[in-house]
């Protein structure tokens, strides 16, 4: 026995770790603690003799050896027809003594060795209630301490239900719960795919309603945390219109369109915003074409009736002509970046979590292209002749003499 097991042996027996007559306490890895050294630890002569020894010890309470007997069966035995009910005795075992991620590794060892065993479907079941534990908080123990993530290894459990037990009725169930965990850990792209393996594999299970609802909430909760760009709202709420239109009998259609309410009326109170924004800046051809946009994408909000009355008040005030929207110019590069920044400060502050004051954004004046600057100072005149030559003719004095 190495220094690090006669450690750990030492730590538990004196926390109270019961002995076994004059057993000893072994730390085997992968396998957990077990009791050795007394008569209850000596492997029978048949597997019906261990078997019966195996469960007349769990019978007197005696768990422990009970343990190390159906593991030790499943060893020596490993071919016999007892064997699978040994294995699943191990994870029972573990499982009441509150080593849940050691007895779902049990469970999981008979799904592989056994997957024609009668106890089949009981133990997926065990596997599952278990993963449902760490999903609703239950942690990974390391020496005893609970201190291990339970999302990521509730993700890890139910993969490995899906994995071994593809068929089962737990299967799509456990599909569901994968995307429960991952949806938990903010990991949105992950769960809606592991949703959508739900609606596309087990489509006629009783969860595929639920799951085709998460795809549109979990897109929900990523546009209302992201940049609430219109084409995360568009996709939520195409998943709500799926889903309404497959499950129609489904308790959750209602809220499956109050939401879509709330992705119209996001959209809305954007286009609502840039509407005001030109409608203080008198830019009131400009205000009604958002206003009119309003309305359209929203006819049954509050603020398409907002647009409505205030498109009212702008026609009795300065008449329909004045409004009639003027044929589309090209915008400069200083205007489309000003609408730009219009647009990011619209949608910052459409966002329910913002408390600031809208940040007030001119727009630019349309200017020219420059021209260059014309001289103003007085040129002379260009001549349009060649001048005459002097009167007197060329003066040749220092003119050079010519070689002769």
Known sequence: MNRLTSFLTFIVIAAG????????????????????????????????????????????????????????????????????KA???????????????????????YLQKYPKGEDFESVVESMFKIAKLFLE???????????????????EMFTEIVKR???????????????????????????????????????????????????????????KQG?????????????????AHRFPESEKVPQARENMKQLEGGAARGQLDIARFYDRTKQYRAAVIYYNDVIKAAPDTNEATLAKNRIEELKEKHGEDALRSAPEKAETGAKAATRRRLQARVE??????????????????????????????PIAPVPAVEPPLPSGGLDTTDAPTPNR
Do not use: C
């Open 137 to 155: 908080g239950e942690k990974k123990k390391l020496l005893g301490v609970k201190i291990a993530s339970s999302m990521e290894r509730a993700k």
């Open 348 to 377: 910052t502050a459409s966002r329910p979590d913002y408390v600031g004051p809208p940040v007030a954004v001119r727009e630019p004046d349309e200017v020219a292209p420059g021209r260059p600057t014309l001289r103003t100072s």
């Open 165 to 223: 037990a593809p068929y089962s009725r737990w299967a799509p169930l456990a599909q569901f719960n994968i995307g429960q965990a991952l949806e938990k850990q903010g990991k949105y792209p992950e769960a809606i795919a592991a949703y959508t393996v739900v609606t596309s594999r087990y489509p006629t299970d009783a969860i595929a309603d639920d799951a085709q609802y998460q795809i549109g909430y979990v897109r929900l909760q990523e546009h």
């Open 87 to 109: 294995q699943r005795k191990v994870g029972v075992i573990l499982e009441r003594s509150g080593d849940y991620d050691k007895a779902f590794n049990a469970y999981s060892t």
């Open 227 to 243: 940049s609430y760009d219109q084409a995360g709202a568009s996709k939520a709420r195409e998943a709500f219109e799926d889903f």
């Open 17 to 84: 770790v019961p002995r076994v007559g004059e057993a000893v306490i072994i730390f085997r890895s992968n396998e957990g603690w077990s009791v050795e050294g007394d008569a209850s630890s000596k492997v029978e002569g048949s597997a019906t003799e261990q078997m019966r020894k195996a469960e007349e010890l769990e019978a007197k309470g005696n768990l422990n050896a009970a343990y190390d007997a159906y593991r030790s069966l499943v060893k020596r035995y490993g071919l016999s027809v007892l064997a699978p």
